[in-house]
């Protein structure tokens, strides 16, 4: 039997889903620089038969509060024609970061990733706008293959 502990991680200062601690994840060093003053640095990926998870630190140099996940839009990952989806942060459903403050954490997408490496999109807050004026910003990335696949853990 293999005992493994969890992580309570945080964003905002409230609780995101907690999930088994493993090997280190592949670092990353990956950021979309917002117009509207929210910077996402994604800084780890880890990577299972049903879940990627994904460390970032945010930045809110905008006056507003910014929102990633408002409750009518959906915020996923896609692998090929693989889609995993955003596990609701709890206590923190729309991933609120307040004006002029910081925050990291980890996001946890659940669904079956495909054996065959490739590149990852990653979508926060698909309805969201490219505005500088906009609270819900629309953040979207690539991973490249080859840090998907050397972040696949068992």
Do not use: C
């Not at 609701?88 to 970061?97: E, L, R, Y």
Request: glycine content about 8%; hydrophobic content about 40%; charged content about 15%.
């Amino acid at each position: 039997m293999r005992v493994t502990r969890t992580s309570a991680l945080v964003i905002a200062g409230l609780m995101v889903a907690s999930t088994p601690d493993r090997a280190d994840p592949v670092a990353l060093d990956l950021q979309h620089r917002h117009p509207s003053g929210l910077v996402p640095d994604f800084t780890g990926i880890e990577t299972t038969a049903t879940e990627v998870r994904l460390d970032l630190g945010l930045v809110n140099g905008s006056p507003s509060v910014a929102i990633l996940h408002p409750s009518d839009t959906a915020s996923d990952v896609t692998i090929g024609n693989a889609v995993l989806y955003l596990v609701p942060v709890q206590d923190n459903a729309t991933m609120t970061v307040e004006p002029h403050s910081t925050a990291k954490g980890r996001l946890v997408f659940f669904g079956l990733l495909p054996n065959e490496a490739g590149p990852l999109h990653v979508v926060l807050n698909e309805r969201g706008s490219s505005s500088a004026t906009t609270p819900t910003p629309l953040i979207e990335l690539d991973i490249p293959a080859e840090i998907v696949a050397a972040s696949r853990q068992g």
